[in-house]
């Protein structure tokens, strides 16, 4: 996975060592935490629209 180009949000600071960073693929979406980055979750493009746009509605958040 390491000639893959990440990119990570650019809210993110240039010396942050912990931020999601993702990579385009033919296939897909690749995720990972940079502290950890030998850990990579795959995803579709759809997928993963699909979970932003939840996130941004409030669909995913519950009162505890």
């Given at each position: 996975m390491s000639d893959l180009t990440w990119r990570k949000s650019s809210f993110s600071e240039a010396a942050a060592a912990n931020c999601v960073e993702l990579a385009a693929v033919p296939d897909g979406i690749?995720?990972?935490?940079?502290?950890?980055?030998?850990?990579?979750v795959r995803t579709t493009s759809a997928a993963l629209g699909g979970f932003i746009r939840a996130i941004k509605t409030g669909r995913l958040d519950r009162t505890l």
């Amino acid at each position: 996975m390491s000639d893959l180009t990440w990119r990570k949000s650019s809210f993110s600071e240039a010396a942050a060592a912990n931020c999601v960073e993702l990579a385009a693929v033919p296939d897909g979406i690749r995720i990972r935490e940079s502290d950890e980055p030998e850990a990579v979750v795959r995803t579709t493009s759809a997928a993963l629209g699909g979970f932003i746009r939840a996130i941004k509605t409030g669909r995913l958040d519950r009162t505890l």
